[in-house]
């Protein structure tokens, strides 16, 4: 199982960022997938979540009403769109497979990361 992000960068305050969450050599529909962050100096914190149901989970309260997390309609991606970034928001970002259908939390597979950084 191989988990790849992609769509990180470096964007004003402000502005948007949308991650993907791609897997190797399988789809993702039989997966919940998590998106988790980890800023410099900080543990790694979880952001947010969709089933294999697309119900959506928030493990952040502070990205509510900015970040919303959604698949693709061939089940293959997993997207992290970001909306008014902040500073605080820098961080690499992590897309990982839940142990359950829905979202546990309990991550298995991890992909490798992609660094956003928000400038002021």
């Known amino acids: 199982v191989q988990l790849v992000e992609s769509g990180g960068g470096l964007v004003q305050a402000g502005g948007s960022l949308r991650l993907s969450c791609a897997a190797s050599?399988?789809?993702?529909?039989?997966?919940?997938i998590g998106w988790f962050r980890q800023a410099p100096g900080k543990e790694r914190e979880g952001v947010l979540c969709i089933s294999i149901n697309d119900d959506i989970t928030y493990y952040s309260d502070s990205v509510k009403g900015r970040f919303t997390i959604s698949r693709d309609n061939a089940k293959t991606t997993v997207h992290l769109q970001m909306n008014s970034l902040k500073p605080e928001d820098t961080a690499v970002y992590y897309c990982?497979?839940?142990?359950?259908?829905?979202?546990?939390?309990?991550?298995?597979?991890w992909g490798q990361g992609t660094q956003v950084t928000v400038s002021s």
């Open positions: 050599g399988f789809t993702l529909d039989k997966f919940a």
């Open positions: 990982a497979t839940d142990l359950f259908y829905s979202c546990s939390g309990q991550s298995v597979h």
